[in-house]
């Protein structure tokens, strides 16, 4: 008995009435993430990374979802990774042909085209893959690690709200020119050609990530980076930030919320308020090594001043001088009028989450001291008024 030939939608309507089916299912999720991507292999077949021009967060084109894992018999469950040829990009495609030449961009019909030709020049070996992520589990490969990073950078997902747990070993160490990986054996044959052959082997990078300003359109996302090895893919860039060369630089899991001047390092799982000015050298303290398990956080409008480290959560308007160091073991003087803590030497991790306040260096006795000054009272009030500390012609897109 032969099987009824599968209908494709025609119009608009006929695809909703296939999504709305489609999602009927007891068993139909929508995913945290899903995209169409193509793997990133080193000349010897290492899979390095996985390249996603278009990446769908929570809620977003749902329909779209729908039709891929109607079309692909995609489980919706944990991380599904499924290679894609030719023939089955061609099958997605016959759902979308409602929306052919409707005069209207669709990002996701648009990829599908392109990993199309990609497919059918490749034959058997086509680097396709679409990825879903339905539950926030551990990464599994280097396919939902590298999704994973996408989310945060394009902001579907702030530091710290998705499971990153040992990402480090599903990644491989390679090295990096431009945003084409390298293995050992192909280092140790372009050593070689560069020596006697001549070549060349001059590499950016040796590193699991890849770069923010290879994947991600920093234009679009509305921020600057004048180095590009100063932030990594996985980095949360809120719209305004503007990051400076020299000692800046951005983890993977960590960034800004909006505008902030950034000349400073935001160390993984560090979140900085908008409105926040991170002066040269200035430091925060990550979660990846050294001990330290509590996720720092900068409020908004605050001040961390040339070599600066902060090693506690702080809230807005909050100051940090120069070359002063506030871990959550530091011994602080409270100098702050109705503070209860007021006149008290306290280790600062009893601070954490504080307002309006500078830490500073006594002049007279060298201790370390936290105090409420007029600059403080400033910053507070312009974030009362919709206002933040930085000069706003710099973070104007």
């Known amino acids: 008995m032969?099987?009824?030939?599968?209908?494709?939608?025609?119009?608009?309507?006929?695809?909703?009435?296939?999504?709305?089916?489609?999602?009927?299912?007891?068993?139909?999720?929508?995913?945290l993430l899903f995209a169409v991507g193509s793997r990133v292999f080193t000349a010897n077949g290492t899979l390095a990374s996985v390249r996603y021009p278009v990446v769908n967060g929570p809620g977003q084109n749902t329909g779209s979802a729908a039709i891929l894992i109607k079309a692909l018999g995609i489980e919706p469950s944990g991380v599904q990774n499924l290679s894609l040829d030719a023939q089955q990009l061609a099958e997605v495609l016959r759902y979308f042909a409602p929306f052919k030449n409707d005069g209207k961009r669709h990002a996701n019909v648009e990829v599908l085209q392109a990993a199309l030709q990609q497919a059918v020049a490749a034959g058997e070996r086509s680097p396709v893959v679409a990825t879903f992520i339905f539950d926030d589990i551990d990464p599994q490969g280097v396919e939902d690690s590298?999704?994973?990073?996408?989310?945060?950078s394009h902001r579907l997902f702030k530091p710290n709200q998705l499971n990153l747990t040992k990402i480090f070993t599903k990644l491989p160490n390679v090295s990096w020119v431009g945003d084409t990986p390298m293995d050992a054996e192909e280092i140790d044959q372009a050593l070689v050609s560069a020596a006697f052959g001549g070549g060349s082997y001059a590499p950016h990078m040796v590193d699991k990530f890849p770069l923010y300003v290879h994947r991600i359109n920093a234009v679009k996302m509305g921020v600057r980076i004048t180095d590009q090895h100063k932030v990594r893919l996985g980095a949360y860039l809120g719209e305004g930030t503007t990051l400076m060369p020299g000692a800046s630089y951005i983890n993977f899991n960590a960034g800004t919320a909006g505008?902030?001047?950034?000349?400073?390092?935001?160390?993984?799982?560090?979140?900085?308020?908008?409105?926040?000015?991170?002066?040269?050298?200035?430091?925060?303290?990550?979660?990846?090594?050294?001990?330290?398990?509590?996720?720092?956080?900068?409020?908004?409008?605050?001040?961390?001043?040339?070599?600066?480290?902060?090693?506690?959560?702080?809230?807005?308007?909050?100051?940090?001088?120069?070359?002063?160091?506030?871990?959550?073991?530091?011994?602080?003087?409270?100098?702050?009028?109705?503070?209860?803590?007021?006149?008290?030497?306290?280790?600062?991790?009893?601070?954490?989450?504080?307002?309006?306040?500078?830490?500073?260096?006594?002049?007279?006795?060298?201790?370390?001291?936290v105090v409420r000054t007029r600059r403080n009272i400033e910053f507070a009030r312009k974030l009362e008024d919709g206002e933040d500390i930085l000069n706003g012609d710099l973070h104007k897109n």
């Open 146 to 152: 590298t999704l994973k990073l996408y989310g945060l």
């Open 259 to 369: 505008a902030s001047m950034v000349e400073g390092r935001i160390s993984s799982s560090v979140f900085v308020g908008a409105g926040s000015d991170l002066g040269g050298g200035s430091s925060t303290l990550g979660v990846l090594s050294g001990g330290n398990n509590q996720p720092i956080s900068v409020g908004r409008n605050c001040l961390l001043e040339v070599n600066s480290a902060l090693g506690i959560p702080v809230g807005d308007a909050v100051v940090l001088a120069a070359e002063v160091a506030v871990m959550a073991s530091s011994r602080v003087k409270v100098e702050i009028e109705g503070h209860p803590l007021n006149g008290q030497w306290v280790k600062a991790a009893e601070l954490v989450g504080i307002n309006a306040v500078t830490f500073r260096r006594n002049n007279v006795n060298g201790g370390l001291e």
């Open 2 to 31: 032969s099987q009824n030939p599968t209908r494709y939608p025609q119009d608009a309507d006929e695809f909703k009435r296939v999504v709305a089916e489609v999602q009927s299912s007891d068993r139909y999720k929508n995913p």
